[in-house]
């Protein structure tokens, strides 16, 4: 395959925090519609490799291009959020003192500038997509409720809605299945089974069994490097992996 | 330097002089009685005898002939009329004055006060007064301390007329300290420029007097530069007057040299004020992440601690420093335990929050003060070792409370790194400010810790108090004046960073001593206020920020 | 739902009807009670009562504006005064020239205090102030400008929370320093005072301060108004967003630093406003007006009102200031005591002020929830590793 196609083409990223190098020439791939899993022990790099690409973190070398086109490292967070690259956080960030509703309505995708958003109302369309993602996400019923009141796992699917509104041509999800009971957590998986296609997805993960359900490539990271990438079968019986996983 | 050194010792002397001052004195009745004969004397002598009496008692060397002749100099010499005897007064008559304090000159105690009509003044012309002065001058010259030898040498330079030319000749083949006789050789080459016309005299009084720092001997050798309009030169003599440009030039050179020390020291002990006044938010802000506004309050309660322990010791003032340091300490470390109690431990994590509450206790702290001590300033008294200048030469000197300051600054840093390095309850503080959550799972009582090193930091800003109640006006006002800066000193260096706050409160005290004579003290300071604001928008976390996630989360 | 209906949802607004209902109120009866009742009777309004009035209106209008940029955007400046001295400043300059030949030196051009430094020509940035218009457009602009300038810097590096907070003490207290000395160029620690007229109006007659007065309640209800329209459209969610979550608002691709930067200039705009309105009531400006404690006590107003609510600070603006008339004609040595116990007090036992007291149905939605007593739970912390219990690859 050509490398015209990717839509996330990371060459060689490093990052150093103070000499520790979270990422250590990190090279990865990431086609359009895939979905792609991302393990590996704590402290690989996979959070820190989601802050380059997000910008919130800058790189001391490599590049990260995404739609080959856009050179991310030169981008600010919310130029690069306007670009097409969503984010759910490792720990659940929803906007406490908003409803349900008007967190899914600031997630919408469209122009964010003061002016706009000054004068910004909804269209039908607009609405009729509110009201499909509380669907999907199984809010319907606390659209006006207040983000602070709802549970762990009810935040984490708000933040999932919330990806969704902003209609990302990648999806970064950074463990979105912890805190959630077995029956959401198939669900989760259906979801973002039935996202891949249409968009690309990046998934961190530990839950192996998570992980299993919905993987079709996965990679491992070890601190900061690619250290195996294949589907899933191969990765598990890899030696390498079985080692930085027991010898840790 | 040499100077500073003395002065401790000095300072001893005179308290060991003071405490035993009542053994010397029955030893010396013998010398005594000869001393009071002499000044008996004086009553019925002409002009004449009178300088052959003044010769006298110079050479007696009874310890009080210097100030007998001094008074004598100001016309307090008497005796009175009905025994005879003679005293000294306290202060010269005024026309109104019906009866004076009278002094017995040997004792120098007082003895009473004597209606005017009694007494007579014993008489002095100015031929007198000329002989009075030379003895005077050569009493100091022959001073067994240095530093009066010096400082008469200069008096003496200050008239230059043959007498005193030639004293300085006299005490010039006498001379053993190196310092004296430089001033001596530099006072006869003075004398050589008033009045010498041979060149090759004049080109070697040039040679001495390029090594000087003075203006007014540089003053004098521009004088010798002087074309009047007819084009003649003040000096006819032209390898003079080149060597008298040459002369100017280095002294100017010399003098700027050491004006940027002076700037420079100027500068240091302006830091070492804010590093002072900012050290102990260092801790309270940069280790514990917490916004003390009330901190100013706290260099006021230990300014005020100060004042109190001077009313407390009214006879020791020169040692209430040395006590009021660590009252101070306890005080506002104390009062600064309370506020982490009541206010601050209620409000960990809501920094804006914790800002707010504070502001209020310095409030309170105010009126607490005021309505203790009154709105009006008090006035803290200066130790005799803290007043006054060391004059390192004519182009350098600071003063002794801003030398101290700077000591104290050095001691406070390094005995707080070493509290913070080498001490268990430093461990602690470190570990909590690292990591709370961790230290808390290894056993810290993180708690306790909290309460503590609010404790130190509010001490060191009750230390600070110690040092402000010496350079300002301890009022109710006095931390609210100080508090702006000392937050932009933390900031500027680097929250959490000690040596951050050193380097950023030195370069802002530098700075600000740079600019000042051409901006004046307001707009200097509102230059560097501008360039801090600019500066912290360019590099938010400070000269030296915190490294790590963790650092990066807790930002406030 | 928010997003369709009319731009100002006034109905289910009780807090705001409040205000705006007393406002007219204040509108109807103040001159009533001036110009219609005779001054023998008690219930006579005299000059002092219109100033105090006046003054209270000014500062609600500033308290107003310090609550949208704190309460709902989360900039609690400490210097925020400084837009308000600044305005007030404007309006000075122009009833400085409206004295004219009326001054102790009867210079037409020169105001006093230069003629007493013997300065000979007006400086170029005293240009204009003789007319009324210019002065009112300097009154919104220099603030605004500012703001803009200063929010620039301050925004685009990213300095924010406490950082902001002691960079704002630090620009106020700069300008404080600076309009006190005699050479910047107006008036030196006496700032302007002595005005003559406004407009030709007699400055010292009841009926132009009724006037004024009346003109500052129309403004803060204005102010209400278009500060409602703000934090009630998206803009002011978003506004929100970045008080409770900064970086996750920009992961959604808010440009942040604009949001807050628009907000902040608004707000100075009018806090400069409040400030042209306050000079010709009180009749007199001076650099104290940059004083950081009056910032600070500005924020202590919202506080004690309950921040995020916009009538909330004019409730805490009115009520401070009331007590601290009180105290300090009365009581004056328990006056900074009280004051002090309020911020303490109000901090930790009322973090949503007075309103917060109210029953839930008169709060609006800016409304800030307690952040949890759990000191570890911080807002901002959406970095914050979860603690995620260590798994292996099993089976
Ligand atoms: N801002 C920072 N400063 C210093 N070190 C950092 C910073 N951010 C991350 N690190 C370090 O970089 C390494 C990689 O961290 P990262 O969060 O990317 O790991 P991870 O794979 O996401 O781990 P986990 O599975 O626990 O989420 C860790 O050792 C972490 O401590
Ligand atoms: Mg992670």
Not at chain 2, 84 to 101: H, I, N, P, R, T
Not at chain 2, 305 to 315: D, E, G, I, N
Not at chain 3, 319 to 325: E, F, G
Request: hydrophobic fraction near 50%; charged fraction near 15%.
């Amino acid at each position: 395959m050509s490398t015209n196609d990717k839509i996330l083409h990371i060459e060689q990223l490093t990052v150093s925090f103070d000499g520790f190098r979270a990422l250590d020439e990190l090279t990865l791939h990431v086609e359009p519609g895939e979905l792609r899993c991302i393990i590996g022990p704590n402290g690989a790099g996979k959070t820190t490799m989601m802050d380059v690409i997000t910008g919130k973190t800058r790189p001391v070398s490599g590049s990260a291009k995404f739609c080959q086109r856009l050179n991310l490292l030169s981008m600010s967070e919310p130029e690069i959020a306007q670009a097409g690259i969503g984010r759910k956080f490792q720990k659940p960030t929803v906007f406490e003192n908003l409803t349900v509703i008007e967190n899914l309505e600031l997630a919408l995708a469209g122009k964010k500038s003061f002016l706009r958003t000054l004068f910004a109302r909804l269209t039908a369309a607009q609405e009729r997509k509110i009201d499909d993602v509380l669907e999907i996400i199984g809010l319907a019923e606390h659209r006006e409720a207040l983000a602070s009141s709802l549970s762990h796992g009810q935040k984490q699917w708000l933040e999932i809605g919330m990806l969704l509104m902003q209609e990302p041509r990648l999806l970064l999800v950074d463990e979105p299945v912890a805190g959630m009971t077995p029956q959401e957590i198939e669900r989760t998986a259906r979801l973002l089974e039935s996202l891949a296609g249409e968009h690309s997805v990046l998934v961190v993960e530990h839950d192996m069994d998570f992980v299993r359900s919905i993987a079709r490539r996965v990679t491992v990271l070890h601190e900061g490097r690619v250290l195996v990438e294949g589907d899933m079968d191969q990765v598990q019986n890899d030696p390498r992996v079985q080692d930085v996983y027991l010898g840790v | 330097m040499s100077k500073f050194l003395l002065r401790v010792p000095l300072w001893i002397v005179v308290l060991l002089v003071c405490v035993g001052s009542s053994g010397p004195l029955c030893a010396q009745s013998s010398s005594d009685a000869n001393f009071l004969e002499k000044l008996g004397e004086l009553r019925n002598a002409t002009y004449a005898d009178k300088a052959k009496i003044v010769d006298d008692l110079g050479k007696s060397g009874h310890p009080n002939v210097q100030t007998v002749l001094t008074a004598w100099l100001q016309d307090r010499l008497y005796f009175r009329n009905n025994d005879q005897k003679v005293f000294l007064v306290k202060s010269a008559a005024q026309g109104d004055s019906s009866a004076l304090e009278v002094i017995d000159p040997v004792t120098l105690k007082s003895a009473g006060s004597v209606p005017i009509d009694n007494l007579t003044e014993i008489g002095i012309n100015n031929h007198l007064r000329r002989i009075l002065e030379t003895t005077l001058a050569g009493f100091q010259l022959s001073s067994p301390d240095a530093s009066v030898r010096l400082d008469a040498v200069r008096e003496v330079e200050k008239s230059l007329d043959d007498v005193n030319v030639a004293l300085l000749r006299e005490r010039m083949t006498v001379e053993k300290n190196s310092k004296v006789k430089r001033e001596i050789a530099m006072g006869l080459a003075l004398a050589t420029l008033n009045d010498g016309s041979d060149p090759k005299a004049l080109l070697k009084a040039i040679a001495t007097l390029r090594g000087s720092l003075n203006t007014d001997v540089r003053n004098r050798l521009q004088d010798l530069l002087e074309q009047s309009p007819d084009g003649t030169y003040a000096e006819p003599d032209a390898q003079v007057r080149a060597a008298a440009a040459a002369a100017v030039a280095t002294i100017n050179r010399w003098r700027s040299f050491y004006s940027v020390i002076e700037t420079s020291l100027f500068g240091l002990s302006q830091g070492s004020v804010l590093v002072l006044i900012a050290i102990g938010l260092a801790i309270t802000f940069g280790v514990m992440g917490v916004i003390n506004m009330a901190h100013g309050e706290l260099m006021m309660l230990g300014a005020y601690t100060t004042y109190v322990v001077q009313l407390a010791m009214p006879r020791h003032i020169e040692s209430s420093i040395l006590v009021a340091i660590p009252a101070s300490f306890v005080v506002a470390g104390l009062a600064g335990v309370l506020i982490e109690r009541t206010v601050i431990r209620v409000l960990y994590g809501r920094p804006l929050e914790t800002l707010l509450a504070t502001f209020g206790v310095s409030l309170i702290l105010q009126q607490l003060v005021r309505s203790i001590f009154s709105a009006l300033n008090r006035s803290v008294e200066t130790p005799n070792w803290m007043s006054g200048t060391l004059q390192v030469n004519d182009a350098l000197s600071i003063t002794y409370n801003r030398l101290y300051t700077m000591i104290f600054t050095v001691i406070v840093f390094v005995a707080l790194l070493a509290v913070l390095k080498f001490t268990r309850m430093g461990l602690e503080i470190r570990a909590v400010a690292q990591n709370r959550s961790m230290a808390q799972a290894m056993g810290i009582r993180s708690e306790w810790v909290d309460a503590l090193t609010f404790g130190l930091g509010s001490g060191i800003a009750g230390m600070a108090g110690v040092a402000l109640s010496q350079l300002t006006n301890v009022g109710p006002n006095l931390g609210q004046s100080y508090i702006i800066d000392s937050f932009l000193v933390v900031v500027f260096g680097g929250v959490g960073n000690l040596w951050g706050t050193m380097i950023g409160g030195m370069s802002m005290g530098i700075v600000d001593e740079i600019l000042e004579p051409f901006a004046g003290a307001v707009l200097a300071k509102i230059f560097v206020l501008v360039a801090l604001i600019l500066f912290i928008q360019r590099r938010p976390r400070g000269l030296f920020p915190q490294a790590g996630r963790v650092a990066e989360e807790q930002q406030l | 739902m928010t997003g369709h209906t009319s731009w100002i949802n006034l109905r289910k607004d009780l807090g705001g009807k409040w205000l705006l209902a007393m406002l007219a109120v204040v509108v109807v009866v103040v001159p009533i009670l001036n110009q219609a009742v005779p001054a023998s009777s008690s219930l006579h309004l005299g000059p002092y009562g219109l100033t105090i009035i006046g003054k209270y209106l000014c500062y609600a209008m500033l308290a107003m504006s310090m609550d949208l940029i704190w309460g709902y955007c989360g900039l609690m400046s400490l210097g925020h005064a400084a837009f308000f001295a600044l305005g007030g400043y404007a309006m000075g300059m122009y009833l400085m020239r409206e004295i004219g030949p009326r001054g102790v030196y009867g210079n037409p051009i020169l105001p006093d205090f230069m003629v007493f430094l013997n300065w000979k020509k007006l400086p170029w940035f005293w240009y204009g102030f003789n007319h009324f218009g210019f002065a009112l457009f300097m009154m919104a602009l220099v603030p605004a400008l500012l703001g803009l300038a200063f929010g620039l810097f301050a925004f685009r590096s990213r300095v924010s929370g406490v950082y902001f907070a002691i960079i704002t003490q630090a620009l106020t207290y700069a300008l404080m320093l600076a309009f006190f000395r005699n050479n910047t160029g107006f008036g030196g620690n006496n700032g302007f005072t002595d005005f003559k007229d406004i407009l030709g109006f007699d400055l010292h007659s009841d009926r132009v301060h009724v006037v004024l007065l009346v003109i500052t309640a129309v403004a803060l209800a204005a102010s209400y108004l278009a500060c409602k329209v703000i934090v009630e459209s998206r803009a002011g969610r978003v506004m929100r967003a970045i008080r409770d979550a900064e970086n996750r608002t920009r992961f959604l691709g808010y440009p942040v630093e604009s949001f807050k930067l628009w907000v902040f200039v608004f707000a100075a705009i009018i806090a400069g406003i409040a400030g042209g309105l306050y000079v010709p009531q009180v009749g007199i400006i001076n650099p104290s007006e940059f004083s950081p404690m009056n910032s600070i006590e500005v924020v202590i107003w919202v506080a004690v009102g309950g921040r995020g609510t916009l009538y909330g600070a004019v409730v805490g603006a009115v009520l401070v200031n009331y007590a601290q008339t009180y105290f300090t004609s009365s009581l004056p040595e328990v006056w900074l005591y009280a004051l002090g116990m309020l911020f303490v007090l109000v901090t930790i036992f009322l973090p949503r002020g007075i309103i917060g007291l109210m029953p839930e149905r008169i709060g609006t939605k800016g409304r800030i929830s307690l952040p949890s007593q759990n000191n570890t739970e911080v807002q901002k912390n959406e970095y914050e590793r979860q603690d995620t219990p260590y798994r292996t690859v099993d089976s």
